[in-house]
Nanobody
Framework: QVQLVESGGGLVQPGGSLTLSCAAS????????MGWYRQAPGKERQFVARISPSGNITFYADSVKGRFTIFRDNAKKTVYLQMTSLKPEDAAIYCC?????WGRGTQVTVSS
């Protein structure tokens, strides 16, 4: 079955960096676009970034453009989200997604 397992979250100070990973299994990873979304407490889920199956096309939410980078390694069946210049408002549970499948997420906390 399809599995998406995120990792790499944690506590980081404002201005810091984190790289999230999402390991995929149960489908032909290189055939599917992948996305990252986030949800903060009391807020709706928000699109963060998306990457095409080959990795040559990416899209970003305006709120993260220039600070976050999505990339993938199809050989490792993993999609990444490199986050820099983190702000307190970036704190959320970050989930990866493909088609109708979602991972459980990894918590990112931005606090001094």
């Amino acid at each position: 079955q399809v599995q998406l397992v995120e990792s790499g979250g944690g506590l980081v100070q404002p201005g810091g960096s984190l790289t999230l990973s999402c390991a995929a299994s149960g489908f032909t990873f290189s055939d599917y676009a992948m996305g990252w979304y986030r949800q903060a407490p009391g807020k709706e889920r928000q699109f963060v970034a998306r990457i095409s199956p080959s990795g040559n096309i990416t899209f970003y939410a305006d709120s993260v453009k220039g600070r976050f980078t999505i990339f993938r390694d199809n050989a490792k069946k993993t999609v990444y989200l490199q986050m820099t210049s983190l702000k307190p408002e970036d704190a959320a549970i970050y989930c990866c997604q493909t088609d109708q499948y979602w991972g459980r997420g990894t918590q990112v906390t931005v606090s001094s």
